[in-house]
């Protein structure tokens, strides 16, 4: 069979889109209402792929598909080397570096318990025990690795731009919840915006502070609703646009 390519079909250029729940619809949000959507309509020039998934971390960056001998394809391929996008466009974090509650302990206990008893643990757990600002889903070096990982094998198969969406910075919603999140937040943003200081082709935008824009954009202090969804659409768009003009 020949390829489009072979044929000489103009093939268009691919943008992948990674995020967690902080890129799908929910909080509030209709899938008309998501950045996302937004974005595939306004440049429907470009073929759009998405890998979105709830409460994922950056981990997913390096460990989902590829790796064995078969494809041929280093891990985490499914994110990038199987669709070798032209723009990535990334928004992952807040799993990352939001401080637990429980540890790798309480997580084996609560497998042994009955389903009933989950509860009344946690709830004795949260009467001793505090949030640990360290005790997170992935370490603060291994979200840097993680994130240099995937940026040396996106320059080995010629991205030209990622995108990184930075951590929503909370509101006082999330951070009566967690006192320790904003901490967090700004050193994981921190270790985005060095590596943009590092490697030209990545560019960072931070839409999602509740500093500049209080409450108003989150539904729930984090989870951006319908305006804190346009905002991100009009941030990336500018972005998009620059990229065309080139």
């Known amino acids: 069979t020949r390829r489009s390519s072979d044929l000489g079909i103009k093939m268009k250029k691919r943008i992948l889109c990674i995020g967690d729940s902080t890129s799908l619809p929910g909080h509030t949000n209709t899938f008309e209402d998501t950045w ?19 409460a994922i971390t950056t981990n997913i960056l390096v460990r989902e598909g590829g790796g064995d001998s078969i494809d041929n394809q280093p891990s985490g391929a499914d994110c990038l080397e199987f669709y070798k996008p032209s723009l990535v466009i990334i928004q992952l974090g807040i799993v990352d570096c939001a401080p637990r509650l429980l540890i790798n302990f ?28 360290k005790n997170t889903q992935v370490s603060i070096s291994n979200f840097q690795k993680n994130l240099i990982n995937y940026i040396e094998r996106s320059l080995l198969i010629g991205v030209e731009k990622i995108i990184f969406i930075a951590i929503p910075f909370p ?31 990545i560019e ?38 620059v990229e065309k003009s080139i």
Do not use: C
Request: glycine share 2%; proline share 5%.
């Open 36 to 54: 996302y959507y937004k974005l595939s309509e306004e440049f429907s020039n470009y073929k759009f792929i998405t890998v979105f998934r709830r």
């Open 106 to 133: 309480d997580k084996i206990i609560l497998k042994l318990l009955p389903p009933k008893y989950h509860n009344t643990y946690i709830w004795l757990i949260k009467k001793i025990r505090k949030r640990k600002q």
């Open 204 to 241: 960072v935008i931070a839409p999602l502070d509740s500093r500049k824009y209080n409450d108003v954009i989150f539904e729930d202090g984090y989870h951006p609703n319908p305006l804190g969804n346009n905002i991100v659409f009009n941030a990336l768009r500018e972005h998009i646009y």
């Open 171 to 201: 509101d006082n919603r999330m951070i009566k919840k967690n006192p320790l999140i904003e901490e967090n937040v700004s050193i994981y943003n921190k270790i985005i915006e060095d590596l943009s200081k590092k490697y030209k082709f």
